[in-house]
């Protein structure tokens, strides 16, 4: 069993759209318009299993925009990873150690979603 959906309610499909991609960077695997009405979104951050998922006249995109809260981005280098991030012109976080190694930095897209950059010290090579 994998999770391979996540899906992101937002305001304005194509303004979350091209602030994932163009911003965060995420990868467009899908922008398909199968019926009046309908409109599916998939994007995926580089190197992950797992997608987001955003859209219109789909149960699943029903829910209001801004209510997902600390979606985990698992990054090997939280502070290039934010500096990237900064340098697109998101606004991220301070970078928080909050124990055991582990670090995070939080940040919204353009609805209120927030996202969470972590970093833990023991996911790196083939454990990341």
Not at 17 to 38: C, H, M, N, W
Not at 70 to 95: M, Y
Request: charged fraction near 25%; include cysteine.
């Amino acid at each position: 069993m994998k999770l391979e959906l996540v899906p992101i309610p937002v305001s304005d499909v194509d303004r979350a759209k091209s602030f994932y991609t163009e911003q965060l960077g995420f990868i467009e695997d899908v922008d398909v318009r199968p019926a009046d009405g309908v409109r599916v979104v998939q994007l995926t951050p580089p190197g992950s299993a797992c997608s987001i998922g955003m859209g219109t006249g789909l149960g699943a995109y029903e829910a209001a925009p801004g209510t997902i809260r600390a979606l985990h981005l698992v990054v090997a280098d939280i502070e290039k990873a934010r500096a990237e991030l900064v340098g697109r012109g998101v606004q991220v976080g301070p970078v928080e150690d909050v124990g055991g190694g582990v670090r995070y930095a939080g940040f919204s897209d353009p609805d209120g979603n927030t996202l969470t950059l972590q970093e833990m010290p023991w996911r790196t090579g083939d454990q990341f």
